[in-house]
Nanobody
Framework: LVQLVESGGGSVQAGGSLRLSCAAS?????MGWFRQTPGNKREGVAV????????LYADSVKGRFAISQVFGKNTVYLQMNSLKPEDTALYYC??????????????????WGQGTQVTVAS
């Protein structure tokens, strides 16, 4: 059972930046971030394959968010720049996808963190 521990959420003004971190208890081929707002489904934000071989981003965050992984460590980061009020959500770290290609589909991931809140004020 892979355990995921997130950190780095908080409140920021529109245009500001935040960085989220997620540490996994063991190696996993893919790690990523999803987000959810009340009454809505969890949506994929960004995913990275171990070693940074490949990444995948939601269209809504391309050019503003960057996912990265510390080489040799089971830790991923999500650098979020130019934040907008619509980025406000509970952000979840995800892991455990099998296969060779990253996806942003919630059902493809087996392990989830507890969530960290990101609030962007206008």
């Amino acid at each position: 059972l892979v355990q995921l521990v997130e950190s780095g959420g908080g409140s920021v003004q529109a245009g500001g930046s935040l960085r989220l971190s997620c540490a996994a208890s063991e190696y996993t081929n893919f790690m990523g971030w999803f987000r959810q707002t009340p009454g809505n489904k969890r949506e994929g934000v960004a995913v990275i394959r171990a070693g940074g071989v490949s990444t995948l981003y939601a269209d809504s965050v391309k050019g503003r968010f960057a996912i990265s992984q510390v080489f040799g460590k089971n830790t991923v980061y999500l650098q979020m720049n130019s934040l907008k009020p619509e980025d406000t959500a509970l952000y979840y770290c995800a892991a455990g996808r099998r296969g060779i290609s990253p996806t942003l589909s919630e059902s493809d991931y087996s392990y989830w963190g507890q969530g960290t809140q990101v609030t962007v004020a206008s």
